[in-house]
């Protein structure tokens, strides 16, 4: 089981596999078991959002078990928060807003393990 975090310019944690796109995401997202997922919006200019990160979620119907909106764009998190939860399954954590320090603490100290 993998942690993923979604951003084109911030670094990423310690013990999480970063994804710069939406497509490498999505690649992440079919091919492996996700605990936690944590989504920017912006992407770069002219590339697709993490909304469609969101879509992809709620096409395939393969969540992870945490989803965190890092995404400093208030528009683009309440578009993702609002599909999101019309869709996710009752065992589905969602957060609408950034990691808290003490689960990237947890996070880093179990992959120094």
Do not use: N
Request: glycine share 8%.
């Amino acid at each position: 089981m993998i942690h993923v975090y979604l951003d084109d310019f911030r670094k990423c944690p310690h013990g999480f596999v970063l994804a710069k796109s939406a497509e490498e995401c999505k690649q992440l997202i079919d091919g492996e078991t996700i605990d936690i997922l944590s989504l920017d919006y912006d992407l770069g200019w002219g590339q697709p959002t993490g909304y469609e990160v969101v879509h992809h979620l709620i096409q395939s119907g393969k969540y992870p078990r945490r989803i965190y909106l890092h995404t400093s764009s208030a528009p683009g998190r309440q578009q993702m928060y609002h599909a999101l939860t019309g869709h996710i399954p009752a065992d589905v954590q969602l957060f609408g807003g950034p990691m808290p320090q003490m689960l990237l603490d947890e996070v880093s100290e179990a992959a120094r393990r």
